[in-house]
């Protein structure tokens, strides 16, 4: 498995193997099996699989976060060479961002929903960084994971309006045997937090059968995550129905019709995104 922290050799060795195909999946590191189910995907589609580690500072809004975001190279790499990835690109911050950025990128309503309003800036900084990271691997099928929905479409949107010539591919939430969605951000969680986590994923259950038997979405989402708030460890930032278009809020589902269902949430100081996709 190569390692580069230049772009210029990674950007050499990928011209070295043209024509090839390349399947990307671009993280942040703290790698868990739900990262290795993209890599193996990747594999499995392509000639060569190339995975990028950069912790991307533009896309946290919140500096402790950034402090606090997991950070476990060696193991990583580990994780990558047994999943056979041919190549590992790991700039570090002066590499991707020379000097500080200064182009913003908007999203319309996309943005402005969900994680956008809660994290002001996120998507500016996920969409400079994977526009950099897409020039200098230059893929041919870029992979990213379902629980990230809302950063799947705003990608999407940024592959169609700058026209990368990169195929996307959403691959389904990898969860923990009792439910949790896996996340770099579990890691972080106290062993009573860790516990009660999975109390998100049984909730969407609990919202997404409720909606399925007719119950209006906005109250059923209200009352199950007022359920949640009682537990003092957790609160609840949105728990909303969205269609999986454009994430507008569906006040009135249709039959046949495809929705998310979407929740964010703090289990003591962590920030636990989920979503169950269905269709009534
Ligand atoms: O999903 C992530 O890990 C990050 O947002 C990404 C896509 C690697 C951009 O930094």
């Known amino acids: 498995m190569e390692i580069f922290q230049k772009t210029a050799e990674l950007m050499h060795w990928r011209n070295a193997h043209r024509p090839q195909s390349v399947g990307f999946v671009p993280t942040m590191g703290a790698l868990h099996a739900g990262h290795i189910s993209l890599v193996e995907r990747a594999k ?3 000639h060569l699989t190339v995975c990028s580690i950069f912790v991307n500072p533009t896309q946290f809004n919140n500096a402790d976060d950034l402090k606090y975001y997991p950070r476990t190279p060696e193991q990583d790499l580990e994780m990558l060479q047994a999943a056979g990835c041919d190549a590992v690109f790991m700039p570090d911050e002066v590499e991707m961002y020379a000097a500080p950025p200064q182009m913003r990128l908007h999203f319309g309503n996309l943005e402005q929903v969900m994680e956008g309003a809660h994290r002001p800036g ?19 099928v870029a992979y990213f994971g379902q629980k990230d929905l809302q950063q799947f479409l705003i990608i999407k949107r940024l592959v169609t309006d ?49 909606i399925l038997n007719g119950e209006k979405p906005d109250l059923v989402c209200a009352e199950v995550a007022a359920q949640l708030n009682e537990n003092p460890s957790f609160h609840v930032e949105y728990l909303v129905l969205v269609d999986t278009e454009n994430l507008r809020q569906v006040h009135h589902p249709q039959a046949c019709e495809e929705y998310a269902l979407c ?3 703090f289990v003591e100081q962590v920030r636990l995104i989920d979503n169950l996709i269905f269709r009534m």
Not at 122 to 140: E, I
Not at 175 to 194: F, H, I, T, V, Y
């Open 44 to 46: 499995s589609e392509n």
């Open 122 to 140: 996120h998507f500016n900084g996920v969409g400079l960084v994977v526009s950099k990271l897409f020039h200098m691997v230059q893929p041919d």
């Open 162 to 210: 700058l026209s990368f010539p990169v195929r996307l591919v959403c691959c389904p939430v990898v969860r923990e045997p009792d439910g949790l969605a896996m996340s770099s951000r579990n890691m972080r969680l106290s062993k009573q937090a860790r516990e009660q986590a999975p109390a998100l994923y049984r909730a969407l259950n609990v919202a997404k059968q409720r």
């Open 263 to 265: 929740i964010a949430a």
